[in-house]
């Protein structure tokens, strides 16, 4: 029986997710009692007022809650009356398992798996986790039970040590948060042009959509095209004139992209421009 302490998007998500491929989901304890008593509707499962009696009726017990909130919640479940060896998982991209550290020292399997997946929505999420990469890490016994399940649900996971879990916590907020606003700062230069939101949405979607073709087929390098890749000067020149004219805060931004993109294809004939 798999559990859930926390039952925002996340835990919500994954307990639909799991319950729709099989696995028994016997409940959900939360701040609020609401929260957790509309998860339990989604999942058929039991929305808990006692902790205690949630973790001795569960074998694999996720902490989803927020990450500040991780380390408390394990060392007030390591103050209850616990009957046998339970399975504690956090799913925090950035924490190790060594916040849990109050459970293993009680004899309980510990360990992190993160789903790198935008949770967003709880409907977007569970559509998605099936094609989700989950990250694990923890010790190589630990890890026996969560990976079993995994195997048997056909699930994407690979293995983390716990010294690289804040670079790839960085990896991922650049790719997930920073492309939002990246987005945010596109629509400012398409404004520029006079654009409509109804129109530029779509058009916006579109060309994201075959750059992320493009991604899949190919790597970065290969997959970029535009004018740094071509050299084109002038174009560059263009784009941050009208820049420095109209969004100056925008600027730097262009320029540390276009260094970052010189770099990758190991291509500086627009050096001089972008370090003005």
């Excluded at 609401?34 to 808990?48: G, I, N, Q």
């Excluded at 094609?131 to 399940?149: N, P, V």
Aim: hydrophobic share 40%.
């Amino acid at each position: 029986m798999t559990s859930f302490i926390g039952a925002g998007n996340v835990g919500t998500s994954l307990g639909v997710f799991f319950k729709e491929n099989g696995m028994a989901i016997r409940g959900y304890f939360s701040r609020t009692f609401k929260s957790a008593e509309t998860a339990a509707l989604l999942t058929s499962s039991r929305a808990y007022t006692r902790l205690e009696d949630m973790v001795n009726e569960s074998r694999f017990i996720w902490i989803t809650t927020n990450d500040d909130a991780i380390e408390n919640v394990a060392n007030q479940i390591a103050e209850l009356n616990i009957h046998e060896k339970k399975t504690f998982i956090h799913a925090s991209g950035l924490k190790t398992s060594d916040v849990l550290i109050s459970l293993k020292k009680q004899g309980h399997e510990t360990c992190s798996a993160h789903p790198l997946l935008a949770f967003n929505t709880v409907e977007q999420a569970v559509k998605m986790l099936g094609k989700t990469t989950f990250f694990l890490e923890g010790e190589q016994d630990d890890l026996l039970g969560i990976k079993q399940i995994f195997e048997d649900k056909n699930l994407t996971f690979a293995e983390i040590k716990k010294e690289q879990k804040a670079a790839y916590h960085a990896g991922a907020c650049m790719i997930s948060n920073y492309l939002v606003t990246l987005v945010h700062a596109s629509n400012q230069i398409f404004e520029l042009a006079g654009i409509s939101n109804h129109v530029l949405r779509p058009a916006i979607n579109t060309l994201m959509a075959s750059v992320l073709q493009n991604l899949e087929e190919k790597g970065p390098k290969e997959a970029l095209t535009g004018p740094i890749n071509r050299g084109d000067v002038q174009t560059v020149k263009k784009h941050l004139e009208i820049l420095a004219k109209e969004l100056p805060g925008l600027t730097e931004v262009y320029k540390v992209l276009g260094k970052e993109t010189m770099h990758m294809i190991d291509d500086f004939r627009l050096k001089n421009i972008l370090d003005e």
